[in-house]
């Protein structure tokens, strides 16, 4: 449980998203515990705290996952099924590939 206010204490650090460096994720790896070693192996992922970036309404958890491609990595879920995206594969994309289609606006109309 003590390892969970430690990691608060480096986000206390953190203002934006890219505070969020391999420094960060070094020292919150570093710090893991046994048994959350073992559950980040186990679901692929663990929740290693709560983030309030710069201009965003509330923290939001963050989790530490690994992406096959770059190693462990910190980002906190999103898109339509709240899933954990690497951040470095991201910024890679110059096109997104899966982009979620536009809603279909067809029943609105607009009457004058
Ligand atoms: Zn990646």
């Avoid at 559950?39 to 958890?61: A, F, H, N």
Wanted: hydrophobic share 35%; aromatic share 10%.
């Amino acid at each position: 449980m003590n390892n969970k206010l430690e990691y608060q204490d480096l986000f206390n650090k953190v203002t934006t998203l890219e505070d969020i460096n391999d420094d960060l994720i070094f020292e919150i790896i570093n710090n893991l515990s046994i048994k959350e070693k073992i559950i980040l192996k186990l679901q692929g992922s663990i929740e290693v705290g709560k983030i309030l970036i710069y201009g965003w309404k509330g923290r939001l958890p963050f989790y530490l996952f690994k992406c096959p491609d770059h190693g462990y990595q910190i980002n906190y879920p999103s898109g339509h099924y709240m899933s954990l995206h690497c951040p470095k594969c991201l910024d890679q994309k110059t096109q997104p590939t899966e982009s979620s289609p536009e809603p279909l606006m067809n029943d609105i109309k607009i009457e004058a």
